[in-house]
Antibody
Framework: EVQLLESGGGLVQPGGSLRLSCTAS????????MTWVRQAPGKGLEWVSDMTGFSGHTYYADSVRGRFTISRDNSKNTLFLQLTNLRADDTAIYYC??????????????WGQGTPVIVSS | SYDLTQPLSVSVALGQTAAISCGGD??????VHWYQQKPGQTPVVVIY???NRPSGIPERFSGSNSGNTATLTISRAQTGDEADYYC?????????FGAGTKLTVL
């Protein structure tokens, strides 16, 4: 069974940092691009960043570029998201998801259960 | 950036057919995916590449995409279909979601 388990969320002050992790199981992790999507309280889904499997190419939403860094350790089947210079509007549930498809039109399946990030003083 | 337009809410009578639209400039040229998110749960893909249903998704769910509108259609709507539905496309290397549509089954 394919499973994704996020961790690392929590309460952080504005300007602070967090490192989120997403541990994968049930599939060959290095074969898949992986993505982070967030959802602010009561709001819709917002794509944050993704990373290809082998080549390690990374992409970011404008709202987080320069503050967030995505990375992965294929030997440990783990995806990371380093969050820095956090702002109140970064408060959200952060989901990781596997990307399926032909790279040019990937969909997200499955999703992890999410980890909450709360930015507040 | 590429904008996606979804209605805020759609209501459907029990057992009838619901249609949820996702509008975008020439969206018919893109590959559209649809996600269902029930209250308190994680999103689940219900349609990928415009018309394809993942295993485990009922045949009542179908998709279409042409011109400036993609549509998710839910036939014989059930109370268990009440959820938020999001369309998603790629704008070059950036994934875009619609704002979501809340489906209510009356």
């Amino acid at each position: 069974e394919v499973q994704l388990l996020e961790s690392g969320g929590g309460l952080v002050q504005p300007g602070g940092s967090l490192r989120l992790s997403c541990t994968a199981s049930g599939f060959t992790f290095s074969n898949y691009a992986m993505t982070w999507v967030r959802q602010a309280p009561g709001k819709g889904l917002e794509w944050v960043s993704d990373m290809t499997g082998f080549s390690g190419h990374t992409y970011y939403a404008d709202s987080v570029r320069g503050r967030f860094t995505i990375s992965r350790d294929n030997s440990k089947n783990t995806l990371f998201l380093q969050l820095t210079n956090l702002r109140a509007d970064d408060t959200a549930i952060y989901y990781c998801a596997r990307e399926d498809g032909r790279a040019s039109d990937n969909w997200f399946d499955p999703w992890g259960q999410g980890t909450p990030v709360i930015v507040s003083s | 950036s590429y904008d996606l337009t979804q209605p805020l809410s759609v209501s459907v009578a029990l057992g009838q057919t619901a249609a949820i639209s996702c509008g975008g400039d020439n969206i018919g040229r893109k590959s559209v995916h649809w996600y269902q998110q029930k209250p308190g749960q994680t999103p689940v893909v219900v349609i990928y590449r415009n018309t394809n249903r993942p295993s485990g998704i009922p045949e009542r769910f179908s998709g279409s995409n042409s011109g400036n509108t993609a549509t998710l259609t839910i036939s014989r709507a059930q109370t268990g279909d009440e959820a938020d539905y999001y369309c998603q496309v790629w704008d070059n290397t950036i994934a875009m979601f619609g704002a979501g549509t809340k489906l209510t089954v009356l």
